[in-house]
């Protein structure tokens, strides 16, 4: 498998903005436009999309989330929002530099979310991303328009090389985070740090990019482990 990327938009509201995500899609060698909520697909995103008409007509239209990332690897999400809180990991970003130094060499799907114009993704659609990537701006204006963020995403990750090595599936991982909440509660871990505390581990796991074979020993020494607490 080599490395296969969808632009997810969440909600998107003004079909000039699908139309032009699509025209940055195809600027990348990308034709996989996932439209999770609305789809505002008129004159307006057709004109915007130019020569990227054909990405446009094969958007995929889904009613939600969870049907956008079916059978993905890998979940991106983006905010422009700075984490200030050291125990706040819902939006504790990387860069896109970051984001392709750590994605160059490993197989999978990955999805790129994106979201609304007004106020982006939430902190549950964040939640439920491997990990989260923002662009460095000025602090003035830190919020970028949204096909713009994209086309910055988009070239980092533009001719990463392909190696054969495969990453941990989306379902995957949350049979593993399962397990670590499983093993935090024979632990009786604190219950008022346990959510905050997953989320952590899983954007420790995001940014090391979990390969299948790193999942499988994972996975193997987590339940020794938890066997050997019961």
Do not use: W
């Amino acid at each position: 498998m080599k490395m296969m990327e969808s632009i997810v938009l969440v909600g998107p509201k003004y079909g000039g903005n699908v139309g032009a995500v699509a025209r940055c899609a195809k600027n990348f060698g990308l034709s996989d436009l996932v439209l999770a909520g609305s789809a505002p697909l008129g004159d307006e995103a057709r004109k915007a999309a130019m020569h990227a008409q054909d990405v446009l007509a094969h958007a995929r239209i889904v009613g939600g989330l969870e049907e956008a990332l079916g059978g993905m690897d890998y979940v991106v999400g983006t905010t422009s929002v700075r984490t200030i809180s050291k125990g706040h990991y819902i939006r504790a970003a990387i860069t896109p530099k970051e984001l392709a130094h750590r994605l160059n060499g490993v197989d999978g799907r990955i999805a790129l979310l994106f979201g609304r114009e007004d106020y982006g993704l939430s902190d549950e659609e964040l939640e439920r991303c491997d990990v989260v990537c923002r662009i460095p701006t000025a602090q003035g204006c830190p919020v970028m328009n949204l096909s713009h963020a994209a086309a910055i995403i988009l070239y980092e990750l533009h001719g990463l090389s392909e190696t054969g090595i495969e990453m941990a599936s989306v379902h995957e991982k949350d049979l593993m985070y399962e397990r670590v909440g499983a093993l935090l509660r024979a632990i009786k871990y604190h219950k008022h740090k346990t959510d905050n505390t997953l989320l952590m581990i899983k954007r420790l796991v995001g940014r090391a990019v979990l390969t299948e074979g790193e999942y499988h020993t994972l996975m193997g020494l987590l339940s020794r482990i938890l066997s050997s607490v019961r």
